[in-house]
């Protein structure tokens, strides 16, 4: 079992930072890849981030390449995303989660946190 917790959500205006965490328990974190997935109200879970057990391979989504970093820290257990020029379409609750190598399509992981809430005012 993985138990996962994400932090650093919050309310933001268009153009500003803010960095996500997601800490995890439980199974070996550095055996498993992790991703960030989004999901607005009334749309569907969206991938936006992964990485792979290493730190050595990441894939972005079209709509965070640029702007978005994902990194892990796998003697702190830990994976965040840090994202740039953040626009209202990225408001979301934005959810880690893992699963053992690398995917970008929600039903591959196994594994989720409850996700975090991030709001971009315009």
């Known amino acids: 079992q993985v138990q996962l917790v994400e932090s650093g959500g919050g309310l933001v205006q268009a153009g500003d930072s803010l960095r996500l965490s997601c800490a995890a328990s439980?199974?070996?974190?550095?055996?498993?890849?992790m991703g960030w997935f989004r999901q607005a109200p009334g749309k569907e879970r969206e991938f936006v981030a992964a990485?792979?057990?290493?730190?050595?391979?990441?894939s972005y989504a079209d709509s965070a390449q640029g702007r978005f970093t994902i990194s892990r820290d796998n003697a702190k257990n830990t994976v965040d995303l840090q994202m740039k020029s953040l626009q209202p379409e990225d408001t979301a609750v934005y959810y880690c989660a893992a699963r053992v190598g690398l995917a970008t399509v929600p039903t591959q992981y196994r594994y989720w946190g409850q996700g975090t809430q991030v709001t971009v005012s315009s």
């Open positions: 439980g199974r070996t974190f550095s055996s498993l890849a």
């Open positions: 990485i792979d057990w290493s730190g050595g391979y990441t």
